[in-house]
T-cell receptor, first 110, second 115 residues
Framework: SQTIHQWPATLVQPVGSPLSLECTVE??????LYWYRQAAGRGLQLLFY??????ISSEVPQNLSASRPQDRQFILSSKKLLLSDSGFYLC?????????FGSGTQLSVL | AQSVTQLGSHVSVSEGALVLLRCNYS??????LFWYVQYPNQGLQLLLK??????LVKGINGFEAEFKKSETSFHLTKPSAHMSDAAEYFC?????????????FGQGTTLQVKP
């Protein structure tokens, strides 16, 4: 069966520090992968999606970037975090019309 | 452009009472519609989906939703609430294209179930 791993579960970072969140999927090949962010009191917003290695589409302009170095690995990064980057970050993969989410990373930028 | 509006950020019901969570959508093409549930400190799980088949969709845990095109609504219901239903619920819409992981989510509704 397919599983999705996302880490770390929680992260506290100072403003201006770098960020790297990692997501890996097991049990499937060539998945579509996604990064969503859930800001406090708001719904989920799609940040990036990828249909293959090295193929990244950005949905909103922001301080973040994404990379897909391997088929089942999706990384969310920032060179310098902003306070507004705080939120709950969710990695997901899709099959047909269903999204399967990881357990999320709660990022607090102080 | 597509959008989703969930009416009511917080809903409180008594255990055993009817659950009704409202969702209205806007889409220029036939939509795919979803309800997801998020338990505390967890990712989201799919409750049910509408993909242009039957308008009444049954999901997991006794939930169901009815697609009403004339009202552009996709409200989520459950006849009898259980304490374990307390969670945050998200309605979402997609264009129904092949890349259907690109969902537009509502802002969420927190369901509280009182004993």
């Amino acid at each position: 069966s397919q599983t999705i791993h996302q880490w770390p579960a929680t992260l506290v970072q100072p403003v201006g520090s770098p960020l790297s969140l990692e997501c890996t999927v097991e049990g499937t090949s060539n998945p579509n992968l996604y990064w969503y962010r859930q800001a406090a009191g708001r719904g989920l917003q799609l940040l990036f999606y990828s249909v293959g290695i090295g193929q990244i589409s950005s949905e909103v302009p922001q301080n973040l970037s994404a990379s897909r170095p391997q088929d089942r690995q999706f990384i969310l990064s920032s060179k310098k975090l902003l306070l507004s980057d705080s939120g709950f970050y969710l990695c997901a993969w899709s099959v047909q019309e269903k999204l399967f989410f990881g357990s999320g990373t709660q990022l607090s930028v102080l | 452009a597509q959008s989703v509006t969930q009416l009511g950020s917080h809903v409180s019901v008594s255990e055993g009472a009817l659950v009704l969570l409202r969702c209205n959508y806007s889409s220029s093409v036939p939509p795919y519609l979803f309800w997801y549930v998020q338990y505390p400190n967890q990712g989201l799980q799919l409750l049910l989906k509408y993909t242009s088949a039957a308008t009444l969709v049954k999901g997991i845990n006794g939930f169901e939703a009815e697609f009403k095109k004339s009202e552009t609504s996709f409200h989520l219901t459950k006849p009898s609430a259980h304490m374990s239903d307390a969670a945050e619920y998200f309605c979402a819409v997609s264009e129904g294209s092949s890349n259907t992981g690109k969902l537009i989510f509502g802002q969420g509704t927190t369901l509280q179930v009182k004993p």
